[in-house]
């Protein structure tokens, strides 16, 4: 599995971005693809994360500011993100892993397969 991140850039605070997520190779092998960034000095933290069935996960700092949607045909995962802060200055992963069901809760366990990572960048 090969996954390419893309679409980052630099936005005013309150602007929108669309990130891409493209896999190629096995991607039938692919139960969810997670978006996850990563700012300087703090780990890496899942932001949204979509399964093959259209079951999603968000991380309660970007709820009802991202989305996340997949279009099977494209083998592609989108985020969109929308009223960015700067605080969401990060580098963005994609990232091919699984999403599982627990006492009624979905959760995301990352794979072993990352996309090369996109710059994105809020100014205040």
């Known amino acids: 599995v090969q996954l390419q991140a893309f679409g980052g850039g630099l936005v005013q605070a309150g602007g929108s971005l669309r990130l891409s997520c493209a896999a190629s190779?096995?991607?039938?092998?692919?139960?969810?693809i997670g978006w996850y960034r990563q700012s300087p000095g703090k780990q890496r933290e899942l932001v949204a994360a979509?399964?093959?069935?259209?079951?999603?996960n968000y991380a309660d700092s970007v709820k009802g500011r991202f989305t996340i949607s997949r279009d099977n045909a494209k083998n592609t995962v989108y985020l969109q993100m929308n009223s960015l802060k700067p605080e969401d200055t990060a580098v963005y992963y994609c990232?091919?892993?699984?999403?599982?069901?627990?006492?009624?809760?979905?959760?995301?366990?990352?794979?072993?397969?990352w996309g090369q990572g996109t710059l994105v960048t809020v100014s205040s």
């Open positions: 990232n091919a892993g699984q999403i599982d069901r627990y006492s009624g809760s979905y959760y995301y366990t990352r794979g072993g397969y």
């Open positions: 190779g096995s991607t039938f092998s692919i139960n969810a």
């Open positions: 979509i399964s093959s069935g259209g079951i999603t």
